[in-house]
């Protein structure tokens, strides 16, 4: 004699496993569906505040980052003579000028030609010097925002308070607005 009651869905999950039918439903479920909408190549829609786009077949979430990304991911042929960029100095002309190295030697040989180049030479070396500026910026900012009493978690578990020195940080705000004074100035002669 059993103890237990069976519910009839045990009673019918039994007998779905016995007849090899064991992905049948015992019951009936209610509740919410979603509205499924079916999407092509190419749309775009969001969902819970997060952008979706199908590209190659595949549903990707789009961020704010893949602009950067697209960027600095090399091809694998130059954009302008559709040769293999293999070489290893196509890496690193690839993220400046958007080309390989050889097409890269050829723009600036036409721009010597044509006397342009020294001009050329100083817009890039103006560019990098603007980068460097706001990278300058930033990290008199962190220093700036930085209080005097900064506290770090050791590995056993401790608590340990460091102190900064306010005179030597002084000193270094002191310094670096100097040297961005002096990059500015540079910039503008």
Same mark, same amino acid.
């Given at each position: 004699?059993?103890?237990?009651?069976?519910?009839? !869905?045990?009673?019918?999950?039994?007998?779905?496993?016995?007849?090899?039918?064991?992905?049948?439903?015992?019951?009936?479920?209610?509740?919410?569906?979603?509205?499924?909408?079916?999407?092509?190549?190419?749309?775009?829609?969001?969902?819970?505040?997060?952008?979706?786009?199908?590209?190659?077949?595949?549903?990707? /979430? /789009?961020?704010?980052?893949?602009?950067?990304?697209? !960027?600095?991911?090399?091809?694998?042929?130059?954009?302008?003579?559709?040769?293999?960029?293999t070489n290893r100095l196509d890496k690193v002309m690839y993220?400046?000028?958007? &080309?390989?190295?050889?097409?890269?030697?050829?723009?600036? /040989?036409?721009?010597?030609?044509?006397?342009?180049? %020294?001009?050329?030479?100083?817009? &890039?070396?103006?560019?990098?010097?603007?980068?460097?500026?706001?990278?300058?910026?930033?990290?008199?900012?962190?220093?700036?925002?930085?209080?005097?009493?900064?506290?770090?978690?050791? %590995?056993?578990?401790?608590?340990?308070?460091?102190?900064?020195?306010?005179?030597? !940080?002084?000193?270094?705000?002191?310094?670096?607005?100097?040297?961005?004074?002096?990059?500015?100035?540079?910039?503008?002669?």
């Amino acid at each position: 004699m059993l103890k237990k009651e069976f519910r009839s !869905r045990d009673v019918q999950r039994m007998r779905n496993i016995i007849t090899k039918k064991s992905g049948d439903r015992t019951g009936v479920q209610v509740g919410y569906t979603p509205e499924h909408i079916e999407y092509k190549e190419g749309d775009m829609w969001e969902v819970d505040g997060k952008q979706w786009t199908i590209k190659n077949g595949l549903k990707q /979430t /789009t961020t704010k980052l893949d602009g950067i990304r697209k !960027r600095i991911s090399m091809p694998l042929t130059c954009p302008k003579c559709k040769q293999a960029m293999t070489n290893r100095l196509d890496k690193v002309m690839y993220p400046i000028h958007t &080309i390989c190295f050889d097409c890269t030697i050829k723009y600036e /040989t036409k721009l010597k030609l044509e006397g342009k180049f %020294e001009e050329y030479q100083l817009n &890039i070396n103006k560019q990098g010097l603007i980068y460097h500026l706001k990278e300058m910026e930033n990290a008199l900012l962190e220093v700036l925002m930085m209080t005097g009493g900064e506290s770090f978690v050791t %590995e056993a578990g401790d608590i340990e308070a460091w102190k900064n020195n306010d005179s030597g !940080r002084q000193e270094l705000v002191t310094g670096m607005q100097e040297y961005i004074q002096k990059i500015k100035d540079t910039l503008n002669s």
